[in-house]
T-cell receptor, first 112, second 111 residues
Framework: DAGVTQSPTHLIKTRGQQVTLRCSPK?????VSWYQQALGQGPQFIFQ???????QRGNFPDRFSGHQFPNYSSELNVNALLLGDSALYLCASSLVRSYEQYFGPGTRLTVT | GENVEQHPSTLSVQEGDSAVIKCTYS??????FPWYKQELGKGPQLIID?????GEKKDQRIAVTLNKTAKHFSLHITETQPEDSAVYFC??????????FGTGTSLTVIP
């Protein structure tokens, strides 16, 4: 049973560019959440998707957007990248009525 | 917004000793408290959790205690082993229907 997978593993972008990160949830899960984890910090909630709609959103600007597809996979898009967007981006999947989250290995984004 | 404080930030113990990590939260509506273990280059892994209607939960060498009145919860690891070395995060599910994470504790178990 495949767990949560994310791609790419690492990414280097230039300030002002746009980036798309991808996530495939654990088999059977229908809800995907995205987190930003700065170095030495705990994960910070960006948003959650269920039934292809954004259900909850954390304190992140509109430059951060997402999408969920009919197969439950998800994308995180970040526009107009800033140096401060450099972080590990984590995807977590769950069932809509469960608190238990399963995290992927993350995508390390570096903005130069 | 919700604030989860975690202490200590680093912890070193001898193999076989116990380790305790503590978190405090501020949101009275918080009702679910998980603990995650994150190894280098990996995503956080859920190791134990507790709900607000329970005071203590144990799973082999790992236990979590919750004091709702004082708004704090703790992770206890007994008989520590080198493979327990990792960064541990507490979290709570609170207002806004989202998880709030602590800042992490780097645990080193010295063989």
């Amino acid at each position: 049973d495949a767990g949560v997978t994310q791609s790419p593993t690492h990414l280097i972008k230039t300030r002002g560019q746009q980036v798309t990160l991808r996530c495939s949830p654990k088999s059977g899960h229908d809800t995907v959440s995205w987190y930003q984890q700065a170095l030495g910090q705990g994960p910070q909630f960006i948003f959650q998707y269920y039934e292809e709609e954004e259900r909850q959103r954390g304190n992140f600007p509109d430059r951060f957007s997402g999408h969920q597809f009919p197969n439950y996979s998800s994308e995180l898009n970040v526009n107009a990248l800033l140096l401060g967007d450099s972080a590990l981006y984590l995807c977590a999947s769950s069932l809509v009525r469960s608190y238990e989250q399963y995290f992927g290995p993350g995508t390390r984004l570096t903005v130069t | 917004g919700e604030n989860v404080e975690q202490h200590p930030s680093t912890l070193s113990v001898q193999e076989g000793d116990s380790a305790v990590i503590k978190c405090t939260y501020s949101d009275s509506a918080s009702n679910y408290f998980p603990w995650y273990k994150q190894e280098l280059g990996k995503g956080p892994q859920l190791i134990i959790d507790i709900r607000s209607n329970v005071g203590e939960k144990k799973d082999q060498r790992i236990a979590v205690t919750l004091n709702k009145t004082a708004k704090h919860f703790s992770l206890h690891i007994t008989e520590t082993q080198p493979e327990d070395s990792a960064v541990y995060f507490c979290a709570d599910w609170g207002t806004g229907n989202q998880f709030y994470f602590g800042t992490g504790t780097s645990l080193t178990v010295i063989p």
